[in-house]
């Protein structure tokens, strides 16, 4: 086993290694729409399960694309990824999609990469910058989804008077409140906890608010992967986002 690679430098190496496979799938295939997808899929997962094997071998994995196991909930050291999160943005050939690399530690999220293939770009929480400052009079600006905005973004958007940006998948959404392109992301109606882990871990360190609808912490490798809902946003708009979502009475389940 060799340690030669900080967890930090792996995580990236991950993130940038699965990015260049897919990437690669999708040019020299010849496939499309959904066997495209099931292809990236399975080639990033391969090629991360060898390098996690390679590099960290007595480590636990949760992948969204390989069986789960018992093991994890008694490991020390878990890697939970995503190694295509936005399968329907890759497959039209968008570059809203992401590959999302955490690494757990005993009972917290010890950090995180997020890769942007198709913009060259990989966010490590051990080295991302804070999140930039909001600008007095500009509008607030919300991540939803391209196709399917959850009921609980209404509420959110009317009490913010909020500007609806539609973006892809999950780490690219949770990535433009980390750049400043937007100033929150709020879901509610079903992810896992490989679709936020790594873009959590990013956020948390760019020193932005995150939490679960309901304001509860946000906890990862737990026996039920199922995590349905989150916010992520600037903390001074966080009190104004949880409390639209406490009186819309019901949200989304």
């Known amino acids: 086993m060799t340690h030669a690679l900080t967890d930090a430098a792996l995580a990236e190496l991950l993130a940038r290694a699965a990015g260049d496979e897919l990437l690669r799938v999708r040019r020299e295939s010849g496939l499309e729409g959904k066997e495209l997808g099931k292809a990236g899929d399975a080639g990033a997962q391969e090629l991360l399960a060898a390098l996690l094997d390679e590099h960290r071998p007595d480590d636990a994995v949760l992948s969204e694309e390989a069986k789960d196991s018992e093991a994890r909930l008694s490991a020390d050291r878990v890697w939970i990824i995503d190694p295509l999160d936005g399968t329907r943005e890759y497959s039209e050939g968008r570059a809203d999609w992401a590959v999302h690399i955490a690494l757990w530690i005993e009972g917290e999220l010890a950090l995180g990469a997020v890769g942007i293939p198709g913009e060259d770009l990989v966010l490590v929480s051990s080295s991302v910058a804070a999140a930039p400052e ?9 991540a939803v989804s391209r196709s399917r905005p959850p009921a609980v973004t209404e509420p959110v958007r009317a009490a913010l008077d909020a500007e609806l940006l539609p973006m892809g998948s999950a780490g690219v959404k949770i990535a433009a409140v980390v750049r400043g392109q ?12 490989w679709d936020s882990a790594a873009p959590i871990a990013v956020a948390r360190a760019a020193g932005l608010f995150t939490s679960r609808i309901d304001g509860s912490p946000l906890v990862y490798n737990g026996p039920d992967p199922y995590l349905p809902d989150l916010v992520v946003c600037r903390p001074g708009l966080a009190p104004r986002i949880l409390a639209a979502i406490a009186e819309n009475t019901h949200g989304e389940s």
Not at 134 to 142: E, F, G, K, N
Not at 182 to 193: M, T
């Open 182 to 193: 937007v100033d929150a992301y709020v879901h509610a109606g079903g992810q896992y906890q």
């Open 134 to 142: 909001a600008t007095d009079d500009a509008p607030v600006r919300l």
